[in-house]
């Protein structure tokens, strides 16, 4: 019998649907294990569907195309060796995730997850049927345990692959992205590891699916919890572990480590990857927003860049009589910097005309916020028409902060396809801006140095909707209202802890207040990148219809 094992691991990035282009990945890094003398190749979690595919493997068309797709593969790859890949699955008249097995030209074995997750944007116990604790599979001299994801965030699934036979373990992850995940999931799996005394394979998928960024990461732990390998996050890869069998034990002989970036630079790494990805996957090839000269249409404008490219991507300043002088500057000092177009539509004329025809209904009555989102929303009218006739996907500019309380204008400057900041708190904006200006990295398509003009980051923010308005005539200070909205938000702390950690009663609850009143904006709103525990859309959903407080 062998002594050596080699796998291939196939970080790769799929997209949701595409049978034969995520058939076609998965081939060509079968084929490199191949080249490379590999017995197996092994691809992440639901690979040859995309993930999260949500609702549509409830539809029997779908999880039957992914199947045949499956049996398809198999034939494709008789001659070489074995494949571990991911999709949904009928197995006795009930849909599964599977990871299956295959060998010779035949699905030789599937493993059925058992463990559902079913919490933040995961909701897999509504569509999958929970799978039976299994055992192991042999390919060649090895014996192997597939926990798929959750399945390793749990003792029992492991211990009973191991008391079965495993001689390592095998773990295909779809694992979303968000601040600080690493340090959880290596925790997990080192935990395995020295319960189960075995070797673990840690393989996770890359790439962008709606709000969501699998992040990659992948790594290699020997018994102890040793780590032997660490693959780049947010890069597709195909690389090759090499295991030894010494004494009757396998092990992973170490390879390369690489270091993981800080969370500012994942982060930001995270958002042009979901802004790219969003677009490829959506077919759309250009962008375009609206230009303030404010901090928050200037990173993203920056992100827009960075994930595509100056060429595609179009600023457009729409001035009022508000405006001021240096706002027109400073955006197109920023556009000017990152090397993209800027326009400008004036919005006096049709601001007039509305006006005008609102005059009769209007008589009377005292300018108040309608005027002031009167103006937004036909900045609005105006970038979308930009966008149906280019073809440019409008992004939204608003962080979480003004998503949270409702600081921006339903069908307004809150109109858009996609929000790179979306899940960004407003003091992050600013740090984020300082961090691009500070750093440049070989994935970023935009310039060197600095991206964002100084005095863009330093200046007050203001909507700009009236004469000598300021953010902080409507909200607290940022770095106020920031450690609220997390701690309610984020935390899920009560009134009287926030009020307890420092902070006035009357400003909490008026927070709180625009929180839960702000919920149907928040559910009309363009999707964004999720990198932190509570973004908004799937991890936190709250009825909008809603009379409950916090009496304490």
């Known amino acids: 019998m062998s002594d050596t094992f080699r796998l291939t691991l196939a970080q790769l990035n799929p997209t949701v649907g595409d049978f034969a282009g995520n058939a076609a990945k998965a081939r060509e890094a079968w084929a490199a294990a191949k080249d490379a003398g590999a017995q197996m190749v092994a691809l992440p979690e639901m690979f040859l569907t995309g993930y999260q595919v949500q609702d549509l493997s409830m539809k029997p068309i779908f999880t039957e195309t992914a199947m045949a797709a499956a049996a398809q593969l198999a034939r494709d790859c008789a001659d070489g060796p074995a494949m571990g890949i991911g999709h949904p699955a009928f197995v006795d008249g009930k849909l599964y995730n599977v990871y299956s097995i295959l060998e010779g030209g035949e699905i030789k074995a599937q493993m059925l997850k058992h463990e559902l997750p079913n919490y933040g944007v995961f909701d897999e116990v509504r569509v999958f049927a929970q799978g039976p604790l299994g055992g192991p599979y042999a390919v060649g001299p090895l014996r192997i345990g597939t926990p798929i994801c959750e399945d390793a965030w749990h003792e029992d699934v492991c211990e009973t692959l191991a008391e079965s036979g495993a001689e390592i373990f095998l773990v295909p992850n779809g694992s979303p992205y968000r601040r600080d995940k690493h340090d959880t999931r290596l925790g997990h799996m080192v935990a395995r ?5 075995l070797p673990l394979v840690y393989l996770n998928m890359v790439g962008g699916q709606d709000d969501q960024v ?9 018994r102890g919890g040793e780590l032997a390998r660490m693959l780049p996050v947010l890069e597709e890869v195909i690389t090759h572990v090499d295991f030894r069998q010494t004494g009757g034990q396998w092990e992973a002989v170490p390879g390369e480590i690489i270091s993981r970036p800080d969370a500012w630079e994942q ?7 979901a802004l790219r990805d ?16 404010g901090i928050d249409s200037a990173l993203v404008a ?3 860049v960075d994930a595509l490219g100056a060429e595609n991507v179009r600023c457009v300043m729409l001035p009022s009589e508000y405006t001021s002088a240096h706002s027109l500057e400073d955006a197109s000092e920023a556009a000017k910097l990152l090397g993209a177009r800027i ?7 049709p601001r007039a005309a509305v006006t005008e ?17 009167i103006q937004s929303r036909l900045r609005g009218v105006l970038l979308m028409a930009l966008s149906n006739k280019f073809g440019e996907m409008l992004l939204t500019t608003g962080n979480k902060s003004e998503v949270a309380v409702g600081y921006a204008t339903i069908y307004g400057d809150m109109s858009g396809g996609y929000n790179p900041i979306k899940d960004l708190y407003k003091m992050r904006v600013f740090e984020t801006c300082r961090w691009r200006n500070a750093n440049y990295r070989n994935w970023m398509r935009g310039p060197d140095g600095i991206a964002i003009p100084q005095r863009i980051i330093d200046k007050p923010p203001s909507a700009e909707l009236r004469a000598d308005q300021k953010d902080e005539d409507s909200l607290p200070p940022y770095e106020v209202l920031d450690d609220i909205l997390e701690r309610l938000v984020d935390r ?11 902070h006035d009663r009357e400003t909490v609850k008026r927070i709180e207040h625009l929180l839960y009143i702000s919920e149907y904006k928040r559910f009309q709103s363009a999707p964004g990148a999720r990198i932190s525990p509570r973004a908004f859309w799937l991890d936190r959903r709250y009825p909008i219809a809603n009379r409950w407080r916090d009496p304490s």
């Open 193 to 197: 590891v020295v319960e189960n005394d």
């Open 214 to 222: 699998f992040d990659g990461g992948s790594f290699v732990l020997n």
């Open 267 to 273: 982060d930001y790494h995270v958002m042009v990857t």
């Open 278 to 293: 969003y677009m490829g996957k959506t077919g759309f090839k250009k962008v375009l927003l609206g230009m303030s000269g």
């Open 302 to 304: 920056t992100i827009a």
């Open 343 to 349: 326009d400008t539509v004036p919005i006096s004329g």
């Open 357 to 373: 025809a609102l005059a009769p209904l209007f008589e009377g009555t005292e300018e108040d916020l309608t005027e002031e989102n």
């Open 492 to 502: 899920e702390q009560s009134v009287a802890e926030v009020v307890a950690a420092g």
